[in-house]
């Protein structure tokens, strides 16, 4: 038996009765239960050791049967964990999380736990660390049993001395962050001192130079007498010239204000004039003025005609607003519906982030090709690239910006919300497919891409004579490439017209600036800018102007190859492909082809009812402005259910919607605490498909590098087409240098 505090033995055994004497300080014994002898029992002291009823306490009884008496249990902390002997000894005992510090070494976190109302502290570099912590001192504090004998988790003075150092960083980064504050408040106070005092200078310069010269009202430029015609000099000259004199002297009088007068005699055909004014052009403007009153009653014997001026249409088009063409055929209906549907979405978007230098739509038709079975169902806006240096690799950034990524980042959404619906027995664009387990499109729906410019890339790299294509290595002869040269009878329109196409005249058309031929059909890569992250002009890789990231063409290319879904969505759906092309500007039919279908057609690709077809190209006239918006660093993108975002394509993040009142602010100055991931990011698009996965019981990688890098068939598929265009001196594809890690 544990020897009990207050019972001595000795004086037991003096007195003779051999009854055990409980202190009246411990709980757990109660008085009706062991006789007489046992003491009442009294509520014992938080933090002291309790008790339990053990067998062999009293002696004045049997020490059998069920009137056995039972010893009391003693509460130890000897060789437990802190948190789990605080709870055994107090069940009630809360923790709380007073401060975390971020630092880039890691985290110091400050924990309290309150008993009897003594508050204990620990701190630690994690959460659990810090509880342990606090507890050890709270059973120190409570001067629980044995508690020396406490597990020590961590060496406490190690935890304290990190803690404490982290602590002191977190500090200097503060002290740093709030005087870069006070430093750009100084800068803007500064810049505005220095604006305020040239605006006075100015102010004040002005001001003397007015005093200085002292003007009347005819001391100036010439009025028009009827509100058209100015009547000055030259129109003296032009009506009852050439016989016409001036003369301009200085006078001895000075005015009352002391300034100098000069006459003006002005003589026309034997009629003379004569003005005085403190300048020599007030005093001929005068002279002239009084020349022109007279001859409007009695004119001179010589009076020439002035010839009417025709405005030319130039100056005429510029006064005039802008008026888009009544759209007729399809093609034209399609893009104004197109536009019309962005501006709605976007109405409530500042102008200055809304500009559609590069838009691209994605649109379903179900059944018949006809206005009203088209729906939009994504569009992306933009022309950049992220800056090389914002790249991360947890698939919160979105590094390519252009219209056509983004347009399909959004159509990729779109298409796993309806694999979704398919999936759940809800009506989707998806069929169930019992043989393979995926998704397949119904035969009735097909989807268009419209775009008020042509994509970036091959597509624009216009030439008479193209390189030759190797055929592709199938039986199947429907998917032969063309050799030799190509060339087309057809020339495309300029951009910027509002009339009809014009009829061929039957010769083959030959750009101003050809394109290398070395060059066309190669993989090309963005150029890189400083300001932008990019430019909007693509070329072969090169190591000191290149992005890392190709152009648009090459990715609709492999897109147009292997599926629009993606990768992601390649276990739950069969390929997506663009049907037909609807292009907002000029291009060269035998180009684009080339571009987007026939360099990748030489590739072992599957034949049969799932091979990609070749997409249909249709130049659009209806537009609805006549000139190119200019570039921005701000893009847009919006799938069906879903928000349209404001993306800054340098950093390749949304502005966050719940901070759109500070966007006047945020753009005067950095917007980078104004960024949030967006919902249409890789990380985000991947965790979604995951989620479906799991709501239809399938199998998924647990991590998307995993995915990406996995034996698949997408993968497969994709690897053969990109081997084909290098093997044919096309270019190899770019190695993103941020690998996906999550």
Known sequence: MSHVPGYDPRAAAAVGTGVVSYPSTYQGVKAGTYGT????????????????????????????GKNYPKTLKVFSCANKHPIAALKELRADAQF????????????AIVVNTTIDGVVYQGEGTSGQIAKAIAAHKALMGM?????????Q????????????????????LQAKKENRKLEQEKQQKEKAERKQQAAEARAKENELNQANKKKKENNGSS?????????DYGYLLFKYGPDVTETTEKLEEKTDHGCFQFKCTLAVQGFTFESTCTSKKGARNQAVKLALDAFTVNPPPVVNEKKRKIPSKRHQSEGEEFQPIEPVEFQDKLAEKCWNFVTEKTATIIPKLKIRRNLVVIVKVEGKEDLDN???VSFGNGTLLVKKENMTCDGNVINDCTAESLALRAFRRYLLDQVELCLTGKSSIYTKDRSGGKCSMKKSVKFYLYTNSC????????SAKLPPITPMDTSNSDNQAPEGKVQTDIKPEPMETDNASKPSKGTSWVPHKPSKVEDLGKITFFSTSPDFGSSETTSPFSETTSHCIVSPSDKLAIRQACGVQGSILFSLSNPVYISHYFINRSFNEAAISRALFLRTKGSHIKVGKDAPAQPQFTKVQWKATKMVEKRTKWGF??????????????????????????????LSGDVTPYLAPSEYCTRSLFTACVNVCKKAKKNYPQKYSVNKSANTQYRNLKNTVLEHMKKNGLGEWSVNPCKPDY
């Open 37 to 64: 002898a046992v003491g009442t029992a009294v509520s014992v002291p938080q933090g002291n050791v309790t008790y339990r009823a053990q067998a062999g306490a009293g002696a004045g009884r049997k020490r059998f």
């Open 96 to 107: 709380e999380v007073i401060c975390t510090y971020q630092t880039p070494a890691g985290a």
């Open 153 to 172: 988790v961590v060496n406490y003075e190690e935890q304290k001395k990190l803690v404490m150092d982290r602590i002191s960083v977190w500090q200097e």
């Open 223 to 231: 009025t028009a007498g009827d509100g058209s015609v100015p009547m």
């Open 374 to 376: 088209c729906e939009i």
């Open 455 to 462: 994509p970036m890339g091959d597509c624009r790299a216009i």
């Open 637 to 666: 993108i919006w799938a069906r259910n879903h928000e349209v975002e404001i993306l800054f394509t340098p950093h390749g993040k949304q502005y966050h919607k719940d901070k759109q009142d500070d966007l006047q602010t945020a």
């Open 143 to 151: 001067n629980a049993a044995d508690h020396s004998m406490l597990q």
